[in-house]
């Protein structure tokens, strides 16, 4: 009575932010797909794994599965999830496994003890999933977003994976649906046929990594040790004939405008040198040196996304930063909160976790005598402690 795990790798994860799909970033130190596939590969009942892929991922992929020894040669998946699933089902097809388990790639908290249950109720029912009933409150959103009613929650549960299934039913549910597009997951397929799925109370610890800061609770699930790093930054820039500057990514109208091989945003380029700094990664022009004319004009926001992207592919997350543009005008005051907005999205941050705010030399220096604008920034990461 084999069992099959067919885990769904193929998707972008652009949501989870960083340079790499949210299955290959590192979390504590080893790719999400890893730990993933280490939870079935330690599973007794398990016999084999497929694992599909998106395009290109194959380097990606085989650093992952170094020494997994149940994985089968991945397959390429499709454009959508339903299409990779049914191109998994196809390519364990000839092995002709009992059960298979279809789960997500960023869930890698699968427990043991979910996955037998999910293995059981599949060979008695033929198909059931790993879920989690609600416990919050619901309300449904009505006009211009205020609550319009509460939700009644009993009897609802939340569908996580794995989904278990007897392995003929799901894929001939899979080839029978292949053109329908409101398919959310696989258990919908059994349910759209009447097939009953049984419901399995998963564990909160399944958790699936979608936002950035889902890697900072992952690694806290991990236990690893978190460090706290600060940055400092600062630069300056001389006014030119103009009329705005660009102030922590907004347009502030002004009699001159700041000069710059980019858009000359100080304060972004405080706050990005900040949290460059607190990684030990050297500074804005080590990244995008001024010499190489691509980021002639740039915006100031690739800089700092850049950065912040570095802090989540260490698996780490931005705790505070804290900008002070120095200057006699413009006027800061009417423009802080617009800033604050622009730079924890940019961050995908917390508005809560940024701080704006301006002050004068009081007439003094070059910033008194309106010869041009500083900023300086401090930045506060955590990172996972590596000893």
Aim: proline share 5%; aromatic share 4%.
């Amino acid at each position: 009575m084999s069992v099959a795990v067919l885990i769904v790798a193929a998707g972008k994860g652009l949501r989870a932010g960083g340079e790499l799909p949210k299955q290959y970033q590192l979390l504590g130190g080893e790719p999400v797909l890893r730990r993933t596939l280490r939870a079935f590969e330690e599973h007794a009942e398990v016999d084999r794994i497929q694992v599909v892929i998106g395009e290109g991922a194959d380097e990606l992929y085989a650093r992952s599965a170094t020494g997994i020894t149940k994985a089968l040669p991945p397959v390429p998946g499709g454009a959508e999830r339903q299409v990779s699933v049914r191109l998994g089902l196809q390519a364990l097809a000839s092995s002709e496994p009992e059960i298979v388990l279809i789960h997500d790639a960023a869930r890698p908290f699968v427990s043991a003890a979910t996955i037998s249950r999910c293995v059981a109720e599949a060979r008695k029912n033929g198909a059931a999933l790993a879920a989690l009933p609600l416990s919050d409150t619901l309300k449904r959103e009505g006009a211009k977003g205020l609550a319009e009613e509460t939700v009644p929650r009993a009897g609802l549960w939340r569908a996580q994976t794995p989904q278990a299934f007897r392995f003929e039913l799901i894929r001939e549910l899979h080839e029978r649906f292949a053109d329908r597009d409101d398919m959310t997951d696989d258990a919908s397929l059994a349910e759209a046929a009447g097939h009953g799925v049984a419901l399995v109370e998963d564990e909160t610890t399944n958790l699936k990594i979608t936002r950035p800061e889902d890697f900072a609770l992952a690694e806290k699930l991990l236990g690893a040790p978190m460090e706290t790093r600060t940055g400092s930054g600062f630069d300056v820039h001389a006014f030119e004939e103009g009329d705005h500057v660009t102030l922590c990514g907004v347009m502030v109208p002004h009699t001159h405008k700041l000069k710059g091989h980019s858009d000359a945003d100080v304060g972004m380029h405080a706050l990005t040198d900040a949290i460059y700094g607190a990684l030990c990664e050297g500074d804005i022009g080590q990244h995008f040196p001024p010499s190489d004319e691509q980021w002639r004009g740039a915006p100031s926001d690739v800089f700092l996304r850049h950065a912040a992207d570095l802090v989540k592919k260490r698996c780490g997350r931005i705790v505070h930063c804290d900008v002070t543009i120095i200057c006699e005008a413009p006027k800061v005051g009417p423009h802080r909160e617009t800033m604050r907005g622009v730079l924890a999205e940019i961050m995908g941050t917390d508005l809560s976790r940024v701080s704006v705010k301006a002050t004068t030399t009081e007439a003094l220096g070059f910033t008194g005598r309106r010869e041009g604008i500083a900023a300086q920034a401090i930045a506060t990461i955590k990172l996972p402690s590596h000893g």
